[in-house]
């Protein structure tokens, strides 16, 4: 008999493992979505091209100071600096087409390609940036999109404000999902609970093993949860390897300790108010729920 139970513990365990960590990997996902858009957000801000126009007669020297000075701006993320003859080469080699048969000059200006830090990568500040950038007396002109800035924040700003709602509600349900799933499991004890609390055993000692039981569920559950978002990852890695610069190692981190953290928390809360319920209920209303 006391095999029987014993295996009925473990399906249970098992039963409730799976329903748990599926929904810790729905919320691990949701958080790995958050945090990465996040960091897409940084990474398409710090793309944002300001093109520096600089006069043909500055020596090599003045370059490099130039170079030098607006590397240390704030609104710097880096900075290149393209020449004459690299910015012809490099038209050639995108239009096939060498403008120089032609008009018999180059017609292209040096320029330093200058990508903005994102927290700077805002119209206000790239403006603010652009004019400094014109007082120098060195810079023929300096040319950025608008427009595209004004998008790339306006869009990335309803993205986050959607994000934050879905995450919120994903967690809610998350919850629930979870807290129904170790309330099943204490409600076919709910006897064994009541009986022990006829013979005398105190409430800490009644709540102990369901605690433990819901702390091993977490462990385990959030374990399983990492090891298939890691697997996720790791998929994607080898699909675009690119895509490292959106999920690093601190999203990874941050995503399987909250999904550890979360699992570990969640279920033994809702083991601790689960058994609690029952607990306080009389013999009578066991048979009525």
Wanted: proline share 2%; glycine share 4%.
């Amino acid at each position: 008999m006391s095999k029987n139970k014993h295996s009925i513990f473990n399906t249970q365990f098992i039963t409730a493992t799976i329903s748990t960590t599926l929904v810790l990997v729905l919320l691990g996902t949701i958080v790995l979505f958050v945090i990465t858009a996040q960091n897409l957000s940084t990474f398409v801000k710090e793309n944002i091209n300001v093109s520096v126009l600089i006069s043909d007669e500055l020596s090599e020297q003045k370059i490099s100071q130039m170079e030098e000075d607006i590397l240390k701006a704030p609104y710097t993320k880096s900075v290149e600096y393209i020449s004459k003859e690299q910015a012809l080469e490099e038209e050639i080699q995108a239009q096939g087409i060498d403008p120089t048969e032609f008009i018999g000059v180059n017609p292209y200006t040096a320029s330093f390609e200058i990508k903005i830090n994102a927290t700077h990568a805002n119209p206000d500040s790239i403006a603010a940036a652009v004019k400094e950038l014109k007082e120098n007396p060195n810079v023929v002109d300096v040319i950025y999109s608008q427009d595209l800035i004004k998008s790339v924040n306006d869009n990335i700003r309803k993205v986050s404000i959607i994000l934050f709602i879905i995450a919120i509600l994903f967690t809610y349900i998350s919850f629930a999902l979870i807290n129904n799933t170790v309330r099943l499991t204490i409600f076919a004890k709910r006897f064994i609970i009541n009986t022990m609390k006829l013979v005398g055993a105190s409430w800490n000692f009644i709540r102990r093993p369901f605690l433990a039981h819901g702390f091993t569920l977490g462990i385990v559950s959030a374990a399983i949860a990492d090891l298939l978002i890691l697997g996720g990852i790791y998929w994607l890695y080898k699909f675009e390897p690119q895509i490292i610069a959106i999920i690093n190692m601190k999203a990874i981190i941050i995503v399987s300790a909250s999904v550890f953290l979360f699992g570990i928390v969640i279920t033994f809360l809702c083991t601790f108010f689960s058994i609690n319920k029952y607990l306080k209920m009389s013999s009578n209303a066991l048979y009525y729920i």
